[in-house]
């Protein structure tokens, strides 16, 4: 009886320890292929790379298409820093770590260039088109800026013409039609034509000069009345873009994919689609 006892507590042993070496041994499994699945993860998120773009604020919404469709094509992250073309430049040449400029004009991009802040000279992407815009229903609007000397309009948005090429077309336009005198006491200048909307939108401005890629956008779509400013009055607005120099020492390949992205024919037809010509 004793030894029956013996034997069974034995054999228990035996089984317990074998259901015990399974446990241990499923266990070491399910750690290893999460330590695999984690360890892959990890990697992904490791090869993941972060572009920086600064962009000129009339261009903001059309980039935000551009980013979202180049992202569906490669493992990237664009990292868009909206501003004044002027702010950015002087950002870049002060050291900001951008890959590249889409810039309101040439100017800017042009300088960088000639500086050794850009790796080629720029090209342009878009050519950008100015418009009146207003929150004001009783005021008719029309190309020749008629409405500005109206006494209804007390104050009208610009760009700082020193460092927003919207806003320094906006003088040509004043000048152009031989107002520029009249509407000077009038004009709030903003740092952008991010701001430009804003003093329109808030009404703080009875008229503002922007950018038609702004109006054409779905978030501003419909507010307001709009009209195209005389294409006489004014130079067309080339904008250019650039790699910089620390986009070509950090990250050459991706910045030239995102580079050359902007002239592929899905980039253009978003290009398009906010009222900027473009190059075929």
């Known amino acids: 009886m004793t030894y029956n006892s013996k034997l069974v507590h034995s054999i228990y042993f035996i089984c317990d320890f074998g259901h015990r070496t399974k446990f241990i041994y499923y266990l070491f499994l399910l750690f290893f292929i999460g330590s695999c699945f984690f360890d892959n993860t990890n990697s992904n998120k490791e090869e993941k790379k972060t572009l920086k773009v600064a962009v000129a604020a009339n261009v903001q919404f059309a980039i935000k298409e551009i980013e979202v469709a180049f992202e569906k094509l490669t493992n990237t992250d664009i990292d868009i820093i909206i501003g004044s073309s002027g ?17 309101a004009n040439m100017k800017y991009p042009e300088s960088l260039y000639k500086s050794g802040y850009a790796t080629a000279e720029p090209t342009v992407y878009g050519l950008g088109t100015l418009v009146l815009w207003t929150m004001k229903s009783e005021l008719i609007l029309d190309g020749n800026l008629a409405m500005a000397n109206y006494s209804m309009v007390q104050k009208i948005a610009i ?19 031989e107002m520029k005198n009249e509407v000077l006491p009038k004009l709030v200048y903003a740092e952008s034509i991010a701001q430009v909307n804003q003093y329109v939108l808030t009404k703080n401005c009875e008229i503002g000069l922007t950018a038609k890629s702004v109006v054409l956008s779905p978030k501003m779509n419909g507010k307001g009345s709009w009209q195209e400013v005389s294409k006489a009055a004014y130079q067309p607005i080339k904008q250019g873009v650039v790699v910089t120099k620390y986009g070509a020492e950090n990250h050459a390949q991706l910045a030239q994919q995102f580079y050359d992205f902007l002239f592929s024919k899905t980039a253009k037809d978003i290009f398009k689609h906010y009222g900027y010509g473009t190059s075929g």
């Open 87 to 103: 702010k950015l430049t002087a950002q870049i040449q002060q050291g900001a770590p951008y890959d590249l400029l889409l810039a």
């Open 159 to 177: 760009a700082n013409p020193k460092n927003a090429p919207y806003g320094a077309a906006a003088m040509n336009v004043f000048e152009y039609f």
